[in-house]
């Protein structure tokens, strides 16, 4: 069996897309994941399923999700593996988790004009990308960050953000 971790983008928020994530264990145990848990409202699964193709897990839960509830919010499927690597190369270790955020990059960024995003970088903020995580250190928090809110702009592809603190506990769950 592999262990997965599932990153929902957009649901609970704001009060759109509601899926309750006691009924989202429940659909992913149907469809076959074992050990399903989820962690807080915002859209985080730990599982573990045979198959190894990150790529057909997500199509399968994205589908699962429309049927059931109507909408199909942007799935990111990466193994328990790739949770770690990228937690092990977050480039601010000594800061609080609370404050760095792993914004889970969908597919490679290479057209990122990262001069743009210098340009609206507070004094306080570092950050540093890679081809699947983009990290920000904000310890101001990142609700009025102006390069938060640039940021789909400036790193055209998709993504899904969690704080390391997320990140980490979903680790811890994964390698139980």
């Not at 009924?23 to 992913?28: G, M, T």
């Not at 848990?37 to 699964?45: H, K, L, V």
């Not at 920000?136 to 702009?153: C, E, F, N, T, W």
């Not at 899904?160 to 603190?165: F, G, K, M, V």
């Amino acid at each position: 069996m592999n262990t997965w971790v599932a990153l929902l983008r957009g649901v609970n928020v704001g009060g759109n897309n509601i899926l309750p994530m006691k009924e989202l264990k429940a659909l992913l145990a149907g469809l076959g994941f074992c050990g399903v848990q989820t962690y807080i409202q915002s859209g985080n699964c730990v599982f573990q399923y045979e198959d190894a193709d990150a790529a057909l897990i997500t199509q399968r839960i994205e589908d699962a999700i429309d049927q059931a509830f109507g909408f199909r919010p942007p799935v990111l499927v990466i193994s328990a593996a790739a949770l770690t690597a990228a937690i092990n190369a977050n480039p601010y270790p000594d800061a609080d988790p609370k404050t760095v955020q792993l914004f889970f990059l969908f597919a490679p960024a290479p057209n990122a004009d990262l001069a743009a995003l210098e340009a609206l970088r507070a004094e306080t903020e570092q950050y540093h990308l890679t081809d699947p995580v983009f990290y920000l250190h904000a310890p101001d928090g990142i609700g009025r960050s102006k390069l938060v809110a640039k940021l789909d702009k400036f790193i055209p592809a998709q993504k899904t953000a969690r704080n390391l603190r997320t990140a980490l506990k979903l680790q811890d769950m994964a390698g139980k």
